[in-house]
């Protein structure tokens, strides 16, 4: 058993309000640059809708990930031979026009501009060529436009829904739609990292935060086609790759990330998990409906005597993990069975975790059965009334749950490899959540009721406080728990090793002082 430490991260989708408070902080502190304008680290789409890039689920389109052949499995678009293949001509790497082509406007002509009859304008310029231009595209052009024909109803992960779903989930339109916020995941499986021919890619040992070598990387851009969550990106200026480095030096100094920090939902959450590296590969090469458990099952219990002394044996310190056993995220992942990575059918086993959207259920569908309700109350009137939940026995509760704005099989796609088996106890479980806070706080379920919503779903009332309390009340220190930086052993390695690689990361020249 290899014990490693990996930072891990759950986003709640049910309380990201779409703001891209956290995509601004990150655009001025990274990407603020020449070569970068067009570079998102992180970034909010409406879903349903094509994204950023534009359809970057779609991997016959880019061809990222890994995909198993003969009980092996293998990079899909890049690797040895077919990276050496498509060294010059890569056919699988998105172009400018997949992300957007960044501007300006000629301010100066509004002030410079001599005295006419019409009213002076600031055209548009390209960034990159400097020449003006027509603007087609942003880096959240289709935000908050999940009923339109251009972008929702090209999702790629609508593509196994029936006709009457998508019908179902688009007859309210732009009311149909929830926000998916994205960073580099920091997989433990990392295409990119296997993928680059120049090695500059690496994952930390001390943290597992995946990172690119400025000085060794080359540009091939293997990496941007390996990657299926497209978070590599080319800096056209500098000739070099780029990614999310997790603002690993804001971890070191014990602050949250600058994303995860300015969030205005409070939807994220940061911890440490364990894992076994020795795993790794089973896990990843596991068969398609078998994958999410697979990857799950090597995330260790850090509470195991025979994990914690494996851990110790292997150079992990005692305060991380006493930060592993106090982590928000394993509590989401594992203990609470809530949250699923993104697209797990891409191998890469990913390290971010999504809470998946409860969403306010469609009580108007007329399949729903409410008792009583059906004739008292119109759809309309029905949908904001929490009262039917009182008259609902839980089989009746669950059906709606079913029946919710969006198909289970949708959620599926994007959380649970097309199973919808994973998606359908998660929301049950949040909704027993609300029925027992309700019962606590308004008092109009019966015991029974709620007793029964929680057995359903193997709850106890003291897991439903804890889950509302680390959902709705928790504080900065509850919600991301950072492990001290151990800098003296950074120190020590360079001094036994006299290896620079990974030494410094994006953006730092120096070697680390002591005392600093």
């Not at 060529?129 to 024909?149: E, F, H, Q, R």
């Not at 300015?262 to 590296?277: E, T």
């Not at 108007?364 to 008792?371: C, I, M, T």
Request: hydrophobic fraction near 35%.
């Amino acid at each position: 058993m290899d014990v490693r430490s990996q930072i891990s991260m759950v986003f709640h989708l049910d309380k990201c309000i779409g703001c891209h408070t956290c995509s601004i902080a990150c655009k001025n502190i990274w990407t603020d640059r020449k070569g970068a304008e067009y570079m998102w680290w992180n970034n909010v789409e409406t879903k349903p809708g094509t994204g950023y890039p534009s359809k970057w689920e779609d991997q016959s389109i880019y061809r990222g990930g890994w995909e198993k052949n003969n009980g092996r499995i293998s990079l899909k678009g890049s690797g040895k031979f077919k990276g050496l293949a498509n060294i010059f001509h890569n056919p699988y790497l998105p172009v400018i026009d997949d992300y957007y082509e960044p501007w300006t406007y000629k301010y100066l002509d509004l002030i410079e501009s001599p005295q006419q009859d019409d009213q002076p304008v600031a055209r548009p310029v390209s960034l990159i060529t400097g020449k003006p231009i027509d603007i087609k595209a942003g880096p959240n052009w289709d935000d908050d436009l999940s009923g339109t024909p251009d972008y929702a109803r090209n999702d790629p992960n609508l593509e196994n829904l029936s006709p009457a779903e998508q019908e179902a989930m688009f007859q309210l339109e732009k009311m149909a739609m929830f926000y998916l916020p994205r960073i580099c995941n920091h997989c433990l499986n990392p295409a990119c990292v296997a993928s680059c021919p120049s090695g500059a890619i690496y994952k930390r040992g001390e943290d597992g935060v995946v990172l690119i070598n400025q000085k060794v990387c080359r540009a091939w851009r293997m990496c941007v086609t390996a990657c299926p969550y497209k978070k590599s990106y080319y800096n056209w200026h500098t000739g070099k790759s780029e990614k999310c480095i997790l603002c690993y030096p804001r971890l070191e100094a014990g602050l949250a990330p600058a994303c995860m920090h300015s969030c205005v939902g409070r939807i994220r959450y940061l911890g440490v998990m364990l894992y076994d590296a020795d795993r790794i590969h089973e896990a990843a090469s596991a068969n398609d409906n078998n994958l999410i458990e697979s990857q799950l099952n090597i995330i260790l219990d850090p509470f195991d005597e025979k994990v914690i002394e494996a851990a110790k044996a292997n150079g992990i310190a005692d305060s991380t993990i006493n930060s592993a056993q106090n982590s928000p995220v394993y509590k989401f992942v594992k203990e609470w069975g809530l949250a699923l990575p993104l697209h797990p059918e891409f191998r890469t086993l990913p390290m971010l975790f999504y809470v998946p959207p409860l969403l306010p259920v469609m009580a108007s569908l007329s399949e729903a059965k409410n008792g009583a309700q059906n004739d008292k109350l119109n759809p309309i009137a029905k949908r904001w009334d929490d009262n039917w939940l009182y008259d609902t026995s839980t089989e009746e509760l669950w059906g709606t749950i079913d029946k919710a704005r969006f198909p289970l099989q949708y959620m599926a796609n994007l959380f649970g490899s097309g199973d919808t088996s994973k998606i359908n106890p998660i929301l049950k479980k949040m909704m027993a959540v609300r029925i027992h806070r309700r019962s606590v706080t308004v008092g109009d379920i019966s015991a029974e009721k709620v007793n029964s919503a929680l057995t359903d779903t193997g709850l106890t009332a003291e897991q439903a406080d804890a889950i509302y309390n680390l959902t709705s009340l928790a504080k900065f220190d509850e919600r991301f728990v950072i492990p001290p930086a151990h800098r003296e052993q950074a120190i020590e390695m360079l001094e036994n090793t006299g290896d620079e690689k990974g030494a410094t990361g994006f953006g730092f020249k120096e070697r680390p002082a002591r005392g600093s």
